[in-house]
Nanobody, 117 residues
Framework: QVQLVESGGGLVQFGGSLILSCAAS????????MGWYRQTPGKQRELVAT???????NYADFVKGRFTISRDNAKNTVYLQMNSLKPEDTAVYYC???????????WGQGTQVTVSS
């Protein structure tokens, strides 16, 4: 099993920035696509951004131009640079990693991001 450890969440003011990190450890055979998702109480978990092993990215419309996903394969780490944060960005952010060969996805524990008005 792959363990995903997230860091970087916290409280920021409207318009501020945060960088989330997610480091994979454990029985890492291969990390394929990785991504960030978020969830607010009472709502379904929603995709924020994904990135393939080769660096191809995809973003939800509500974060385009504000968030940037990146990865360092040597460090088995994926990042989410969040700029121009809004109160509606407040959520628990989860990291996900896929392994296509094993047909398995692993999720992080989630980290709280709170944006004050």
């Amino acid at each position: 099993q792959v363990q995903l450890v997230e860091s970087g969440g916290g409280l920021v003011q409207f318009g501020g920035s945060l960088i989330l990190s997610c480091a994979a450890s454990g029985n890492i055979f291969r990390l394929d696509a990785m991504g960030w998702y978020r969830q607010t109480p009472g709502k379904q978990r929603e995709l924020v951004a994904t990135i393939t092993r080769g660096g191809s990215t995809n973003y939800a419309d509500f974060v385009k131009g504000r968030f940037t996903i990146s990865r360092d394969n040597a460090k088995n780490t994926v990042y989410l640079q969040m700029n121009s944060l809004k109160p509606e960005d407040t959520a628990v952010y989860y990291c996900k990693a896929d392994n296509y060969a094993l047909r398995y996805s692993n999720w992080g524990q989630g980290t709280q991001v709170t944006v004050s008005s």
